[in-house]
């Protein structure tokens, strides 16, 4: 399964655009690229997902390069209730019938009035 | 609200004991994970089942057991449990055991004293 690397903590002020970069050097042909956002004592909850290119929904937006190594999730104009916890996951194979995720440390996003 | 019922919600023992965590998946998930979550270790994969079958396993010890009924619902088993088996117990599931998103629950934090 694919490691993850993004970065530990980030900080942010209201109404900015944030983006967090997760490096995926092993993406295996068949993973997916998906985020997952967490707030304290919650269980973690589904942002986003994606194969290549662009993938936006109504709370964010996905940017995978051509050669899928990296990703950056891009979260339009940031509130306080955005200060959670965002994980960048890879993984889940068709092939193999399994959906095991593997969770990094995530990415700390601190949003400051 | 994910749809996903985990009870109960906080649980404290001693050390030896056992304790039974249950979980009910979203209506029409057939797959049913189980993460541990402790402040040092991040969230781990423990488990996962798909319509009644194991279909993977992360690290989880031999003191936990798990099962999926019938009826979608599963059972996390937890025994001669330790200090150290204080944490937050999630449950997540998705429709299929392939790539689909995973719903989590808001956990059940088990407290060993």
């Known amino acids: 399964l694919a490691k993850t690397t993004q970065p530990i903590s980030m900080d942010s002020y209201e109404g900015q655009e944030v983006n967090i970069t997760c490096s995926h050097n092993n993406i295996a042909t068949n993973d997916y690229i998906t985020w997952y956002q967490q707030f304290p004592s919650q269980g973690p909850r589904f942002i986003i997902q994606g194969y290549k290119t662009k993938v936006t929904n109504e709370v964010a937006s996905l940017f995978i390069p051509a050669d899928r190594k990296s990703s950056t999730l891009s979260l339009p104009r940031v509130s306080l209730s955005d200060t959670a916890v965002y994980y960048c996951l890879v993984g889940a194979s068709f092939s193999g019938g399994y959906n095991k995720l593997i969770f990094g440390a995530g990415t700390r996003l601190a949003v400051h009035p | 609200d994910s749809g996903v019922t985990q009870t109960p919600k906080h649980l404290i023992t001693a050390t030896g004991q056992r304790v039974t965590l249950r979980c009910s998946p979203r209506s029409g998930d057939l797959s049913v994970y189980w993460y541990q979550q402790s402040l040092d270790q991040g969230l781990q994969f423990l488990i996962q089942y798909y319509n009644g079958e194991e279909r993977a396993k992360g690290n989880i010890l031999e003191r936990f057991s798990a099962q999926q009924f019938p009826d979608l619902h599963s059972e996390l088993n937890l025994s001669s449990l330790e200090l150290g088996d204080s944490a937050l117990y999630f449950c997540?599931?998705?429709?299929?055991?392939?790539?689909?998103?995973?719903?989590f629950g808001d956990g059940t934090r088990l407290s060993i004293l």
């Open positions: 997540a599931s998705s429709a299929n055991p392939s790539n689909q998103p995973q719903h």
